[in-house]
């Protein structure tokens, strides 16, 4: 047998500064060491995801002629991906190489008016809803807040992870989040981490008051915040760290799971 793991589909949401981005880089590459097909995809506007990564800052937004416009009439979004290039084409094209075999995906910083942006995000939500479902695992990391994930942002994911600090301000935010399984952005499943756990209460806590699973207890760790201030990824200034043991334990739950619940089999 070879040692492809069957894909799993994440997109971790959850409220400023929470720790979204770092979780999602320790993720992606913790999967793809794990022998997974990782495409890690950034739909915030603002830098993060690829310092997580270890990449630096990169700025390489779809260009504007993979997109087509539709004719006059045609239902839905004004653009399209051009004729004959398909998802995984795109990906092949546009995505960039991350440490660990990770490819990088994302719809661009904003620099000027997001008008600017627009033919690279219907681009980039066309790519993420066609791609053939065993074909990449993907690992997402949105930008804070509620907007992106009540507008279905996260529906290319099969499990939506609220990243919730255990304070009261991350708890209101985790529980807004939570009514993401209520709505019609509705995952397959919902679930919580806690991060920047100091007490071994927290887990629970977030728990009883979200109301959501939690998946993994990632502990405040210094090491985050240094390889943070160093524009580096954690993955690679501090391997042996509790916060990349917790995630990477997260990593062959997340594949367990799905291969448990025969999901994509
Ligand atoms: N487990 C942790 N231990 C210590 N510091 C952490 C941990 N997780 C994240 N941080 C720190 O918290 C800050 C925010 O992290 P990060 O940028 O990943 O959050 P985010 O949710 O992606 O934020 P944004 O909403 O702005 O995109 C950073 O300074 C990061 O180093
Ligand atoms: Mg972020």
Sequence with gaps: ???????????????????????????????????????????????????????????????????????????????????????????????????????????GKLRGHSASLMRSQLAFRQILDDLPPQSWSVVGDLPGGTRQPFYGWARYADTVLVVTEPTAKGLLSGRRLARLALGDARPGRLAAIVNKVTDPGDAEWVRARTGLDVLAAVPLDEAVGDAERHGAAVMDEAPDSQAVAVVTSLAHRLTEDRVGAGIGS
Excluded: C, H
């Design 1 to 107: 047998m070879s040692n492809e793991v069957t894909a799993v589909r994440v997109a971790l949401v959850g409220k400023g500064g929470s720790g979204k981005s770092a979780i999602a880089g320790i993720l992606a590459r913790a999967l793809a060491q794990q022998g997974a097909r990782v495409l890690a995809v950034d739909s915030d506007p603002m830098p993060g995801l690829s310092l997580s990564l270890g990449l630096g800052l990169v700025d390489a937004p779809i260009p504007d002629d993979a997109v087509e416009e539709k004719a006059e009439g045609e239902p839905g979004p004004r653009f399209r991906l051009r004729t004959g290039l398909s998802a995984l084409d795109a990906v092949d094209r546009y995505a960039v190489d991350a440490p660990d075999g990770v490819r990088f995906l994302q719809f």
